[in-house]
Structure formats: C-alpha cells, structure tokens
C-alpha cells in the first residue's frame, strides 16, 4: 500500500519548478507510485484533476476560490487549468482569480509522485479566503494522491 507524506521543507528542484516569486503559501505532499513510472506527470495530473477530484474539485476552484479555468483547448489544459510549462519528469498547472494565483506542480522521481500548491495573495481578502480553505486542502490530498495512484496502476496492470 502506497503512503502519502506531507513535506515540511519544500525541495530546491520542486520550488525552482513553480515560477511563483514569493508565494504566501506552499505545501508539498509526495506518495509512492508503485512502480507506475511509465506514466507521465501530465497523465497523473489528468488522472487526480479530471477523474478523482472531478466535479468536488471543480466546485472549490470555480465557486470558492473563483479560479478562472476554461476547458479548451483540451492540449494546452488539465481540468480547466493550464499548462504554464513542463519537462521530462514535471509539469505545472496554473490559473488565478481576482484575489489569488494558483501554482500546481507535479514531479516524479524515483518511484515517487510529488505534488506542490504554491499560493500567491493578489488581494487582501485571499488569505481570508485561501486559510480555511488550505486546511480542506491537506485534509484532502493524502486520500486525492492515494485514489490517483490505485486508479493508473490498476490501468496499467490491465492487459
């Protein structure tokens, strides 16, 4: 079974990914793959946006946080969020409401999937809003990570 560690001290190779200067929050939560390495990041990261956190999640970003997320076009996006830049074994995932800007990044290493959320307070009332709301968010990564890892590797167990 895999486990999902919430990391206190945010890797260099992790923060240098985000392409946030300053960010007013940061958390970084990592799980064992299980062997799934085949898989890229962007597909782990359609994998927990599109199909495990889904509708759940689109109603935190969308109605509490007011993420501007757009569908299309579906290449240069994951769960309405966009692709802002990646490489071999990364990818980030940004988008921002009037009050915040969100930085995902997903990197995998050594049999490992790591997931960083990288905050930045464009208004005031952001940390009014994002404070609660960062607390339903660790709560909710562990399990995220963890339904995100059974779904790839029982797909890729299939024959």
């Not at 109605?63 to 579906?74: A, D, I, Y």
């Not at 049999?111 to 960083?116: A, D, E, K, Y």
């Not at 404070?131 to 968010?137: D, E, F, L, R």
């Amino acid at each position: 079974m895999p486990s999902v560690i919430q990391q206190r001290s945010i890797p260099e190779v992790i923060s240098s990914l985000s392409g946030m200067d300053s960010p007013d929050y940061i958390d970084l939560f990592t799980v064992t793959t299980n062997g799934a390495g085949a898989t890229s990041a962007e597909e782990w990261c359609r994998t927990a946006i599109e199909d495990v956190a889904g509708q759940g999640g689109q109603f935190i970003w969308r109605g509490v946080l007011g993420l501007r997320l757009k569908s299309r076009p579906f290449t240069e996006r994951v769960g309405g969020w966009k692709i802002a830049d990646r490489g071999e074994d990364w990818i980030r995932l940004e988008a921002s409401s009037w009050f915040l800007t969100a930085h995902l990044v997903t990197r995998l290493d050594d049999g490992h999937l790591s997931v960083g959320t990288f905050i930045r307070y464009d208004r005031a009332i952001a940390a009014l809003i994002w404070v609660p709301a960062s607390a339903v968010h660790r709560r909710a990564m562990p399990g995220l990570l963890l339904q995100t890892v059974r779904l790839i590797t029982s797909s890729s167990n299939r024959p």
